[in-house]
């Protein structure tokens, strides 16, 4: 089963400047996707037509089976949770706890299971301590979590997550990171996620990387196979990874991609 | 133009119990420097920032900025004056956009201040070449633009008011490697310029290319106020102890140096690094091709993903899917 299925698609902004001609990606279930792209390549505008908050001129999107038309969007969008890069456009509650329970009104959860699924959600985010917090009281990497928590609750099949992290500290970051990681390894197939970033150490998190370039789809490597082809990135305006930049800048190194680890157990051997 | 902030503390409203934000805070930050403010989330960094223009006044102590003093009982007409000299950059562009067309928005700044509208819309597209937004997008709505496109215009709009201070939040977050570069170069000359720019980041990377001082934060108060090579030779532990990253060069020199590498001075860049790391092994006795033991499922994975490209290319699409 495929959770997202994009067949054919054409969509620009602006009439006669197409983005997206004849676009063609197949996500399966369960699949752990980043989607890198320098900025304007369409890597959002993606998402954003995946979830129907765009129209595609031609060409189907079809979830989990279903396709996107404007009849099945609440149906669609009932699978598909999204975190967006700026959490105060996507804050509605007067509460944190308020504000995650507002999704679960909307899909009528009874107002009696609601305190348990709202602490468990923002429990997963590190932000059970923040439920009674008025939502403009907190930073943005806080506001994030929340952001995440109120799609946790509604127990998605797919979370898109654009640029999620991109203004999180190092400690909301790599929370919001090691959160996705248990959720995906507690959910296996039963969550798919997609991540729009820039970041190639977060990209490297995927089972798979699809690099769009303009609309087009460039490259769709597995993380290693990608962060080795250092030209290719390049020219894309991307960069390679630190650790495969300090590969290819030694003497000598092995032919394949390491992460940060393996390179420095390798140099520690040479050091013997 | 120099901003002194001398005894500054802060917190939300009159009330005595409310939390406080920014404790004793006592810093210079020098024109014609960048000075970089780091620290994890809720530290004070944005509140203090939000000090150096008079968006947000003093409860105690005071900001002078050039020859203007801001305490709690500066008056509200003295504030255009201060935000004259201070422009910011805030964390989420689109939050400062609001004009029918990116044109219109960079020129309400210089328009406010007094500029008419010829000189207004000469200084505008002064300001969007200098952040390379290309002519074409001058017209659109700032709306229709991606993010980091918005992260051009809302500097675009700071710039063509031409300030003598420029504080920065977050402001490469969101843009591409190229995007973030050509935003490097752009702070750097505009220290060239003489103009005293404050940058709040979370990347250490660019704070190691960039500042000429690091401000840390933490719980409202001034952890540390250092030169970026003298800081980042602090221990691991200390900038696990405050919540921050160290640059990526130094986190791997440092874990070398637990391996017996020695690194005479703090690695910069992957060059610094590499030419560092070469001169300490004896490469002819490293045999080509050189194999890794222990990095098995890297290579299976590389292998196993060149097979799964010549399935892509028959299916198109491509699965991936183990």
Same mark, same amino acid.
């Given at each position: 089963?495929?959770?997202?299925?994009?067949d054919n698609?054409?969509y620009?902004y602006?009439?006669?400047?197409?983005?997206?001609?004849?676009?063609?990606?197949? &996500?399966?279930e369960?699949?752990?996707?980043?989607?890198?792209g320098?900025?304007?390549?369409?890597?959002?505008?993606?998402?954003?037509?995946?979830?129907?908050?765009?129209?595609?001129?031609?060409?189907?999107?079809?979830?989990f089976?279903?396709?996107? $038309?404007?009849?099945?969007?609440?149906?669609?969008? +009932?699978?598909?949770?999204?975190?967006?890069?700026? #959490?105060?456009?996507?804050?509605?509650?007067? $509460? &944190? +706890?308020?504000?995650v329970?507002?999704g679960?009104e909307?899909?009528?959860?009874? =107002?009696?299971e609601?305190?348990?699924?709202?602490?468990?959600?923002?429990?997963? &985010?590190?932000?059970a301590?923040?439920?009674?917090?008025? #939502?403009?009281?907190l930073?943005g990497?806080?506001?994030?979590r929340?952001?995440?928590a =109120?799609v946790?609750a509604?127990?998605?099949? &797919?979370?898109?997550?654009?640029?999620?992290?991109?203004?999180?500290? #190092?400690a909301g970051? =790599?929370?919001?990171?090691? $959160?996705?990681?248990?959720?995906?390894?507690?959910?296996?197939?039963?969550?798919t996620?997609?991540?729009?970033?820039?970041?190639?150490d977060?990209?490297?998190?995927?089972?798979?990387?699809?690099?769009?370039?303009d609309?087009?789809?460039?490259?769709?490597?597995?993380?290693?196979? !990608?962060?080795?082809?250092?030209?290719?990135?390049?020219?894309?305006?991307?960069?390679? #990874?630190?650790?495969?930049q300090?590969?290819?800048?030694?003497?000598?190194?092995?032919?394949?991609?390491? =992460?940060?680890?393996? !390179?420095a157990?390798?140099l520690? $051997?040479?050091k013997? | 133009?120099?901003?002194?902030i001398?005894?500054?503390?802060?917190?939300?409203?009159?009330?005595? @119990?409310?939390?406080?934000?920014?404790?004793?805070?006592?810093?210079?930050?020098?024109?014609?420097?960048?000075?970089a403010?780091v620290?994890?989330?809720?530290?004070?960094?944005?509140?203090?920032?939000?000090?150096?223009?008079a968006? *947000?006044l003093? %409860?105690?102590?005071?900001?002078?900025?050039?020859?203007q003093?801001?305490?709690?009982k500066?008056?509200?007409?003295?504030?255009p004056?201060?935000?004259?000299? /201070?422009?910011?950059?805030? @964390?989420?562009?689109?939050?400062?956009?609001?004009?029918?067309t990116?044109?219109?928005d960079?020129?309400?700044?210089?328009?406010?201040?007094g500029?008419t509208?010829?000189?207004?819309?000469?200084?505008?597209?002064?300001?969007?070449?200098?952040?390379?937004?290309?002519?074409?997008?001058?017209q659109?709505?700032?709306?229709?633009l991606?993010?980091?496109?918005?992260?051009?215009?809302?500097?675009?709009?700071?710039?063509?008011?031409?300030?003598?201070?420029?504080?920065?939040?977050?402001?490469?977050?969101?843009?591409?490697?190229?995007?973030q *570069?050509?935003?490097?170069d752009?702070?750097?000359?505009?220290?060239?310029?003489g103009?005293? /720019?404050?940058?709040? %980041?979370?990347?250490?990377d660019?704070?190691?290319a960039l500042?000429?001082?690091?401000?840390v934060m933490?719980?409202?108060?001034?952890?540390?106020?250092?030169?970026?090579?003298?800081?980042? @030779?602090?221990?691991?532990?200390?900038?696990?102890?405050?919540s *921050?990253? *160290?640059p990526?060069?130094?986190?791997?020199?440092?874990?070398?140096?637990?391996?017996?590498?020695?690194?005479d001075?703090?690695?910069?860049?992957?060059a610094?690094?590499?030419?560092?790391?070469?001169?300490?092994?004896?490469?002819?006795?490293?045999?080509?091709?050189?194999?890794?033991?222990?990095?098995?499922?890297?290579?299976?994975?590389?292998?196993?993903? %060149?097979a799964?490209?010549?399935?892509?290319?028959?299916s198109?699409?491509?699965?991936?899917?183990?």
């Amino acid at each position: 089963m495929n959770a997202i299925t994009i067949d054919n698609l054409n969509y620009g902004y602006q009439e006669g400047e197409p983005l997206f001609q004849d676009f063609q990606l197949t &996500v399966p279930e369960g699949q752990w996707l980043s989607i890198v792209g320098h900025n304007g390549s369409g890597k959002s505008t993606l998402a954003k037509l995946v979830l129907g908050l765009l129209e595609a001129q031609s060409g189907d999107i079809t979830v989990f089976g279903q396709e996107l $038309t404007p009849a099945s969007l609440a149906a669609v969008r +009932a699978q598909v949770g999204m975190v967006f890069q700026n #959490p105060d456009n996507q804050f509605v509650g007067a $509460t &944190v +706890a308020d504000d995650v329970a507002f999704g679960l009104e909307n899909r009528q959860v009874p =107002s009696a299971e609601m305190p348990a699924l709202i602490e468990a959600a923002l429990q997963q &985010v590190g932000m059970a301590d923040f439920a009674d917090r008025e #939502p403009h009281t907190l930073s943005g990497g806080q506001k994030q979590r929340v952001a995440l928590a =109120s799609v946790l609750a509604l127990k998605p099949k &797919v979370i898109i997550l654009d640029e999620a992290t991109a203004m999180l500290d #190092p400690a909301g970051k =790599s929370a919001v990171l090691a $959160t996705l990681q248990e959720l995906k390894a507690k959910y296996q197939d039963q969550l798919t996620l997609i991540m729009i970033t820039h970041d190639m150490d977060e990209a490297a998190l995927a089972d798979r990387i699809v690099v769009i370039n303009d609309g087009e789809l460039a490259l769709d490597e597995k993380p290693a196979a !990608l962060f080795v082809q250092g030209a290719a990135l390049k020219q894309l305006g991307l960069d390679q #990874p630190f650790e495969t930049q300090l590969q290819e800048a030694l003497p000598k190194a092995p032919q394949q991609y390491l =992460s940060k680890q393996e !390179l420095a157990a390798w140099l520690s $051997t040479l050091k013997a | 133009m120099a901003i002194n902030i001398e005894g500054l503390t802060f917190h939300y409203g009159g009330a005595k @119990q409310s939390p406080t934000i920014l404790d004793d805070i006592n810093l210079t930050i020098p024109s014609g420097r960048i000075t970089a403010i780091v620290g994890q989330t809720g530290s004070g960094k944005s509140t203090l920032v939000q000090n150096l223009n008079a968006l *947000l006044l003093p %409860s105690g102590g005071q900001v002078v900025v050039g020859d203007q003093v801001i305490t709690s009982k500066t008056k509200e007409k003295a504030l255009p004056a201060v935000r004259a000299q /201070v422009g910011m950059v805030f @964390q989420f562009p689109e939050n400062q956009l609001f004009a029918a067309t990116v044109l219109e928005d960079v020129m309400y700044g210089p328009k406010n201040f007094g500029k008419t509208a010829e000189e207004a819309e000469e200084l505008a597209k002064k300001a969007l070449n200098r952040v390379s937004l290309a002519e074409e997008f001058w017209q659109r709505s700032p709306f229709d633009l991606s993010g980091g496109q918005m992260r051009r215009v809302a500097l675009a709009g700071v710039l063509a008011m031409n300030p003598k201070a420029m504080v920065f939040d977050e402001p490469a977050a969101g843009l591409d490697p190229q995007g973030q *570069l050509e935003l490097l170069d752009l702070l750097r000359s505009l220290r060239t310029e003489g103009k005293t /720019v404050v940058l709040i %980041s979370h990347q250490m990377d660019q704070v190691l290319a960039l500042a000429d001082q690091v401000v840390v934060m933490q719980d409202g108060q001034v952890a540390a106020v250092e030169a970026p090579d003298q800081l980042f @030779q602090r221990s691991r532990q200390w900038f696990l102890d405050h919540s *921050l990253d *160290l640059p990526t060069p130094v986190a791997f020199a440092k874990d070398l140096e637990e391996k017996g590498y020695h690194f005479d001075h703090l690695p910069t860049s992957v060059a610094d690094v590499a030419a560092q790391i070469a001169k300490q092994v004896d490469w002819s006795q490293v045999t080509e091709p050189v194999n890794v033991a222990g990095a098995d499922w890297q290579s299976q994975q590389a292998s196993q993903s %060149s097979a799964d490209q010549v399935l892509t290319s028959n299916s198109r699409g491509g699965d991936l899917h183990e």
